[in-house]
């Protein structure tokens, strides 16, 4: 499968503070990207399950 979009990197372990007062942390950003990139990927797996449907059908 070819995307367009990569899936996001974690931070390494000394991105991290560990402090816990950083707002947002590093890993708050890293899990809403990582969210939207499973979003997407579900979205581009569902268009090619019915692009597929389509060709068998022909």
Same mark, same amino acid.
């Given at each position: 499968?070819?995307?367009?979009?990569?899936?996001?990197?974690?931070?390494?372990?000394?991105?991290?503070?560990?402090?816990?007062?950083?707002?947002?942390?590093?890993?708050?950003?890293?899990? #809403? @990207?990582? !969210?939207?990139?499973?979003?997407?990927?579900?979205?581009?797996?569902?268009?090619? #399950? @019915?692009? !597929?449907?389509?060709?068998?059908?022909?």
């Amino acid at each position: 499968m070819s995307n367009s979009h990569e899936k996001p990197i974690a931070p390494a372990d000394d991105d991290c503070c560990g402090g816990g007062a950083c707002n947002p942390c590093v890993w708050d950003h890293y899990y #809403a @990207e990582l !969210q939207k990139w499973r979003i997407k990927e579900a979205k581009i797996k569902e268009q090619q #399950a @019915e692009a !597929q449907v389509v060709e068998n059908s022909k």
